[in-house]
T-cell receptor, first 116, second 116 residues
Framework: DAGVIQSPRHEVTEMGQEVTLRCKPISGHDYLFWYRQTMMRGLELLIY??????IDDSGMPEDRFSAKMPNASFSTLKIQPSEPRDSAVYFC???WGVGTPNTEAFFGQGTRLTVV | AQKVTQAQTEISVVEKEDVTLDCVYETRDTTYYLFWYKQPPSGELVFLIR??????QNEISGRYSWNFQKSTSSFNFTITASQVVDSAVYFC?????????????FGTGTRLTIIP
């Protein structure tokens, strides 16, 4: 398996623009997570899905952030409008769920977002 | 609320020395999971180990070993005979209840530098 695939790897955008980050989880995994890493706040969970359904979005910073999972093999994290404080590395991760012995999350390589 | 503390911000050791990374956690749950992840300079997060709260056996995997002590709420990680490739940021993480993959709370990480 190719692992969790995120795109783009790097994104530079101007303040106010819409940004869409994409994630393809490992095939067969039924959990998908979006994390954000910054120097100030470290690694924090934004939202996670189980079987394509959002389960907990309490980590989403504000209404400018939205996430979708239209099918088992694709998810997006959208920021509209973007602000400089959104600059961070965004990680997507996926894992197996009920009935499997190992449910640790496997992370993608991250998308480094810079908002200028 | 759950919390993970990695008091060591940065550690430098000379190659071949042993090094221990400390992790102290706080949780009110009786069922929880502890993890270690490695983040090399390339940026991805690499899963190293998962431990559930009912399994206090120490684990050894090659040069890596983990010491889980519920009495002191600690889950320390030791690298024996360190190598330059071990240079990375190491994160300890905690997940309460469930399957162990939901809502990982990460520590702030320890940056380990192995000096050749």
């Amino acid at each position: 398996d190719a692992g969790v695939i995120q795109s783009p790897r790097h994104e530079v955008t101007e303040m106010g623009q819409e940004v869409t980050l994409r994630c393809k989880p490992i095939s067969g995994h039924d959990y998908l997570f979006w994390y954000r890493q910054t120097m100030m706040r470290g690694l924090e969970l934004l939202i996670y899905f189980n079987n394509n359904v959002p389960i907990d979005d309490s980590g989403m910073p504000e209404d400018r952030f939205s996430a979708k999972m239209p099918n088992a093999s694709f998810s997006t994290l959208k920021i509209q409008p973007s602000e400089p404080r959104d600059s961070a590395v965004y990680f997507c991760a996926s894992s197996w769920g009920v009935g499997t012995p190992n449910t640790e999350a496997f992370f993608g390589q991250g998308t480094r977002l810079t908002v200028v | 609320a759950q919390k993970v503390t990695q008091a060591q911000t940065e550690i430098s050791v000379v190659e071949k020395e042993d090094v221990t990374l400390d992790c102290v956690y706080e949780t009110r749950d009786t069922t929880y999971y502890l993890f270690w992840y490695k983040q090399p300079p390339s940026g991805e997060l690499v899963f190293l180990i998962r431990r559930n709260s009912f399994d206090e056996q120490n684990e050894i995997s090659g040069r890596y070993s983990w010491n889980f002590q519920k009495s002191t709420s600690s889950f320390n990680f030791t690298i024996t005979a360190s190598q330059v490739v071990d240079s990375a940021v190491y994160f300890c993480a905690l997940s309460e209840g469930g399957l162990g993959n939901e809502k990982l709370t990460f520590g702030t990480g320890t940056r380990l530098t192995i000096i050749p």
